[in-house]
C-alpha cells in the first residue's frame, strides 16, 4: 500500500490482529457462510477474543479506546476477508460506543461488558418498511402510558437482526414535535411483544443477518431510554456520518482483496504462449483498479482523520462513502474480467465481494443522499 495512516501502538496492534483473525477466520469461511446463508456467531466470539469487540469504547469502560483512524484501518483489515461479516462488526463496534457515550451508568453495567465480549450483539432499530432515505419519518410509536410507553411498529433492513439480543430502537414519541419527538430506547431482543422478522433472501451479503423487528405492545420504562427527546435523532444522524467512512474502508479492503488475487491470477493464466498478465489491455485494467484503489484510500483516511481531530467531517464522509462505493463496483467487475469466465466462479473473492460492493452503495445513505449531502455543504460554502 503506497500509503498508510499513521496509528498509535496500541491501534497497529489491534490492526495487526484483525489481519491475523482475517487469514485465520474470515478469508477461508467467507465463502462457506454465503453459501449456506451462516450467520457467525463463533466469528464474532473469535473476534472478541482478540480484542474486535469494543474497538471504539473508551478503555475506561472497558474497551480499546481506538480513534475512528484506527478502526477504519481494523475493518479495512476484516473486509479483505468478507465485508458482511465485518459490517456486522461495525454496527456491533458503534453500537458498543453510543451505549458507552450516551447510556445511564445502569444500561452501560447491564450491556457493556456483554457487548464488548460479544456475548450479546447489538443492532440499531432506525429504518421502517416505509421510510426510504428519509430518516426522520419514524412510524414507529412509543406511545406514552403512566411512567413509560407502549412501543408498536415495525423496522426494516436491521444488520444483524437474526441474532442480536440488545436493541436500540428509535420510535417517536410526539409526533407534532417531529423529529424532536424521537427517541431512542435500549432493551433486550427477548422481551415480551419483540418478534424478529427474516432473515432476508438477498442477492449476497448474507453474513451480515439482515432482517427486521415488529413490537406488539412492548413496554418500556424510563430505564430503557439511552437518548431523550431533540438529542435521539441527531445522534443517530451522527452515527450514520461516522460510519460512511467505515462503508468507504470496507470497500478498500475489499479492492485490496480482488486485485491481489487478479494480479496473482494473470501472472499465471496462460493465453496465446504467453500470460494473461503480458497483455498491456489488462494491465491498465488492473492499473485503473490500483488508482481507484489509491484513491478510495485517501479520501477515507481524510475524513476519518478529520472526524478524530474533532471537526465536522459530514462532507468528506459522503465524499468518501460515494466514491469507494462506486469504485468498488466498477473495479471489483474489472477485477472479475481479466480472470474471464473464472472471474464469475462464486469461490473467487472479486464475485463474492461485488454483490457486497451493491449492498454498500444502501448502507447508510444511498449514493443520491450523498450528492445530496455533499450539495448542502457546497451551498453552505459559498
Known sequence: MAFEVELSKSERELVDAAQKFTAEHVTPNAGI??????????????????????????????????SFSGACRVFEELAYGCMAFTFSM???????????????????????????ACRKIGAFLLTE???????????????????????????????????????????????????????????????????????????????????????????????????????????????????????AAMCTGMLRAALARSLEYVAERPAFGKTVGDF????????????????????????????DAGLNASMEAAHAKKFATRAALTRLADCMQVMGANGFMVEEVAARHFACAKMAQYMDGTTEIQNVVIARGLQKSR
Open 33 to 66: 457462510w454465503e453459501r449456506d446463508r451462516i450467520y457467525p456467531r463463533d466469528a464474532q466470539m473469535e473476534a472478541a477474543a482478540r480484542e474486535l469487540g469494543g474497538v471504539l469504547v473508551p478503555q475506561a469502560d472497558g474497551g480499546q479506546g481506538a
Open 90 to 116: 461495525v454496527v456491533h463496534n458503534n453500537f458498543a460506543l453510543s451505549l458507552a457515550r450516551n447510556g445511564s451508568d445502569a444500561l452501560k453495567q447491564k450491556f457493556l461488558p456483554d457487548l464488548i
Open 129 to 247: 418498511p416505509g421510510m426510504g432515505s428519509d430518516a426522520q419519518a419514524v412510524a414507529c410509536m412509543a406511545r406514552p402510558d403512566g411512567d413509560g410507553w407502549v412501543l408498536d411498529g415495525e423496522k426494516a433492513w436491521i444488520s444483524s437482526a437474526s441474532h442480536a439480543g440488545v436493541l436500540s430502537i428509535y420510535a417517536q414519541t410526539d409526533p407534532a414535535k417531529g423529529w424532536r419527538g424521537i427517541m431512542c430506547f435500549m432493551i433486550e431482543a427477548e422481551r415480551a411483544g419483540v418478534h424478529r422478522v427474516g432473515p432476508y433472501a438477498m442477492a449476497g451479503g448474507h453474513a451480515l443477518g439482515t432482517g427486521g423487528f415488529r413490537f406488539e405492545g412492548v413496554r418500556l420504562t424510563q430505564d430503557d431510554v439511552l437518548i431523550p427527546q431533540e438529542a435521539a435523532f441527531k445522534a443517530a444522524m451522527g452515527g450514520i456520518d461516522s460510519a460512511r467512512f467505515f462503508v
Open 280 to 307: 498491456q489491455g489488462i494491465q491498465w485494467m488492473l492499473a485503473d483498479v490500483a488508482t481507484d484503489l489509491e484513491a478510495t484510500r485517501l479520501l477515507t483516511y481524510s475524513a476519518a482523520s478529520r472526524w
